[in-house]
């Protein structure tokens, strides 16, 4: 099963750039392409269908859909932007792993701005000095057909968790926001994110896998329910009528998010993508794909049992906690890239803001360097280029080239100078040595980085920002400035 990751993408593509109408060999050659793309495709289905079992392994339990419903949406003129307090979130758990799971919705849930419900398969012991959500058992559901072979029936009370919420009639809803009981949200980039569609009308929003082949065997169509997903609140209410039918039509179905999505291509709405949702469908590291995040603002974070510790020589939930100190001083910023050159030394400096520096020797172009490095591995624990549905680039094996990374230790706010202070420290790891006659990144310690709080950033055109090397007077430090391009400022080797 695991060959199939190893499709040759050039054989697909080129029918995209052929021009049907040329000459009689461009015929032929069409038909042979499109002969070849045909067994592929045959090919990789049959593979598919028989490797989907593993794949989603321990984690079928927690995929999900919901929606609630809330009041009398006319009347909502208190404000015209959406806030958090318009937003109810269902969040899928399960009893059995709900002791350690419910520590990640602790570090994003906060009981007094927000609004949830833990929807549960069965009573689990709840403390209201926690902080977190209302837990409620799901509506029994053993009357609905389900016939995956591989999957769990628990997808279908999942995949009821926005018709549940909505039932419970809460006032002044505008959204529904499902997510696993392993999803991290970063709520204010979430409401950043809502603030584009109009909450009366009809929306789906969410993200893929990162995995091309888990996009071919569900959807290219379908928010990955880890990854979390929005229903607007005209939408569920529109979705609450039918889901129950609807559900009655796909027994066959997986799990409860691509329930979900034969529920929307029934009713005609298609996914509004916004990639900044993460399902995260791979193993190992997540550094490269955190070290060059799309210009897109942080949403949420997924499968953090599966990949390691974001921060080294940190528990999972301790290098999450870590990356809540930059969020709160500014998530618009957070997990933002950018670019720029020590041109003196001739070294690439890569900023992901709140999270780590990268420095490299010599000039990478931003092309290369936007790119996610391939640290992790795909869903099929492989290391292969093919199995994305985004660019990435492989790890560099040059002796000079392995990146020197400096990791988020401390975050303020500076109140004086009215900018936030990241300090980010050297990963003390062996490099290998290198012959270049060139300055030697080793020689520093430390990374300090300032910006300003940019809460606005997502109210404008999507852009990197900017950082600048600036003069440090501490020996084993360098000073970084990272904020709005200047007129006529690029990111220029
Ligand atoms: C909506 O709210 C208004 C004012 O609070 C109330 O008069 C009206 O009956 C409500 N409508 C519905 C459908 O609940
Ligand atoms: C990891 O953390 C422990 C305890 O905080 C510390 O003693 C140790 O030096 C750390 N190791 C590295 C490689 O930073
Ligand atoms: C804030 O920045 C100023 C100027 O760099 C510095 O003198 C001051 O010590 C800083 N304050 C804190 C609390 O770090």
Redesign the pocket.
């Known amino acids: 099963m695991k060959d199939s990751e190893k499709l040759n993408p050039t054989l697909v593509n080129p029918t995209t750039q052929q021009r049907p109408s040329h000459s009689h060999s461009a015929k032929i050659m069409l038909w042979l392409i499109l002969a070849v793309s045909l067994t592929y495709f045959i090919y990789t289905l049959k593979l598919v269908s028989t490797s989907s079992n593993c794949n989603h392994g321990p984690f079928s339990i927690n995929h999900h859909s919901s929606s609630i419903n809330a009041?009398?949406s006319?009347?909502i003129s208190s404000s015209k932007r959406t806030e958090l307090r318009h937003v109810v979130f269902g969040i899928a758990a399960s009893s059995k792993l709900w002791e350690q799971r419910k520590n990640y919705i602790k570090l994003w849930y906060n009981e007094k701005k927000m609004r949830g419900i833990v929807w549960m398969d069965d009573n689990v012991k709840t403390n209201p000095n926690e902080g977190l959500p209302p837990v409620k058992i799901s509506t029994d559901t053993s009357n609905f057909p389900y016939t995956n072979k591989q999957g769990h029936r628990s997808a279908i009370r999942i995949s009821r968790i926005v018709s549940e919420t909505l039932r419970l009639g809460l006032k002044d809803v505008r959204w529904f926001v499902m997510g696993d009981d392993d999803t991290v949200f970063v709520t204010n980039n979430l409401i950043r994110v809502l603030n584009k569609y109009d909450h009366k009308q009809f929306y789906y929003i969410g993200s893929l896998s990162e995995s091309h082949l888990q996009n071919i065997y569900f959807s290219y169509g379908m928010a990955y329910g880890g990854g979390g997903f929005a229903i607007s609140y005209g939408l569920a209410k529109a979705l609450v009528k039918m889901q129950d039918r609807c559900i009655h039509r796909y027994p066959g179905l997986y799990g409860s998010d691509d329930r979900m999505q034969a529920c929307m291509a029934e009713l005609g709405v298609p996914l509004t993508k916004e990639i900044g949702f993460h399902q995260y469908d791979v193993y190992g590291n997540l550094f490269g794909l955190l070290a060059a995040h799309p210009v897109t603002p942080l949403v949420s974070l997924h499968h953090l049992d599966v990949v390691e510790p974001i921060f080294p020589n940190a528990t999972r939930v301790e290098a999450l906690q870590r990356l809540t100190i930059p969020m709160k001083l500014d998530s618009a910023g957070l997990i933002q890239q950018s670019i720029c050159y020590d041109k003196e030394k001739r070294w690439t400096i890569s900023v992901s803001w709140g999270f780590a520096v990268q420095i490299f020797r010599g000039i990478f172009s931003p092309r290369e360097i936007e790119m996610p490095s391939r640290t992790f591995l795909n869903w099929y624990r492989r290391a292969d280029y093919t199995a994305y549905a985004f660019n990435t680039r492989p790890v560099t094996r040059h002796p000079c080239q392995k990146p020197f990374v400096f990791y988020l230790s401390k975050a303020k706010f500076n109140s004086t100078i009215q900018q936030t202070v990241s300090e980010y420290e050297k990963h003390r790891v062996p490099h290998p040595e290198c012959r270049w006659k060139m300055a030697n990144p080793s020689a520093l310690d430390k990374v300090v980085v300032y910006k300003k709080p940019d809460p606005h950033l997502w109210d404008r055109a999507p852009r990197r920002n900017c950082c600048r090397v600036m003069k440090s007077n501490k020996k084993g430090r360098m000073v970084i400035n990272v904020g709005i391009c200047k007129d006529g400022e690029v990111s220029e080797p």
């Open positions: 009041a009398n006319t009347t």
